[in-house]
């Protein structure tokens, strides 16, 4: 069965410094692997999905993620922070029909 | 196009009392799932459905009952609340992956979520 591992509960950046969060995942065939952003009190919001091709896939508001099937990761970045990018991420893999299988989240805090 | 909407949006519990939670969707979608969300361990299927009258479990499908009796609502039943489904509740919904074939650029695959059902077991 696939997983989902993101090794950092919490992380705390300063605004306009960069951000990395990690997700490492396990999958038998070819993944298709999600990022998806979660504000306060609200559902779920996808940031940015990998299906095939390019390894470095863009999203929205700025994020960006590089899959590495070596590594089996699909690390999320973003080269500058902003107070409004405080919220917990969830990295995912699509699984047999079509059900996703979320990591634990990250709670990233921004120190202004 | 309101997209995928939760009712009740809150809701407190007795333990031992029932309660159904609804999800709609006006995207036609033929894939829905229903997901609980408990801190530290992200969130987990309970049960999903790949069209109108299917239901299938997921990973944490005990102590809960699911009906698809038409496309566009999903519904999560309760029968016996206990204080360990305290949690907050998402429903979700997709494309049928096969339609749309494996375009990365076709909402098949994607998973629109609800705003969440927050649920209390006292």
């Known amino acids: 069965a696939q997983s989902v591992t993101q090794p950092d509960i919490h992380i705390t950046v300063s605004e306009g410094a960069s951000l990395e969060l990690r997700c490492n995942y396990s999958?038998?065939?070819?993944?298709?692997l999600f990022w998806y952003v979660q504000s306060p009190g609200q559902g779920l919001q996808l940031l940015l999905k990998?299906?095939?091709?390019?390894?470095l896939v863009q999203g929205i508001k700025g994020f960006e993620a590089e899959f590495k099937r070596s590594q089996s990761s699909f690390n999320l970045r973003k080269p500058s922070v902003h107070w409004s990018d405080a919220a917990e991420y969830f990295c995912?893999?699509?699984?047999?029909?079509?059900?996703?299988?979320f990591g634990t989240g990250t709670q990233l805090k921004v120190e202004l | 196009n309101a997209g995928v909407t939760q009712t009740p949006k809150f809701r407190v519990l007795k333990t031992g009392q029932s309660m159904t939670l609804l999800c709609a969707q006006d995207?036609?979608?033929?894939?829905m799932y229903w997901y609980r969300q408990d801190p530290g361990m992200g969130l987990r299927l309970i049960h999903y459905?790949?069209?109108?009258?299917?239901?299938a479990k997921g990973e944490v499908p005990d102590g809960y009952n699911v009906s698809r009796l038409k496309k566009q609502n999903f519904l999560l039943g309760l029968e016996s609340a206990a204080p360990s489904q305290t949690s907050v509740y998402f429903c979700?919904?997709?494309?049928?992956?096969?339609?749309?074939?494996?375009?990365?650029?076709?909402?098949?695959?994607?998973?629109?979520f609800g705003a969440g059902s927050r649920l209390t077991v006292l």
């Open positions: 979700a919904s997709t494309l049928t992956p096969g339609l749309a074939g494996n375009d990365p650029h076709s909402g098949a695959n994607v998973l629109t």
């Open positions: 999958y038998g065939a070819t993944p298709y």
């Open positions: 990998y299906f095939s091709g390019d390894t």
């Open positions: 995912a893999v699509r699984g047999p029909g079509n059900k996703l299988t």
């Open positions: 995207m036609n979608h033929e894939y």
């Open positions: 459905s790949v069209g109108e009258g299917t239901t």
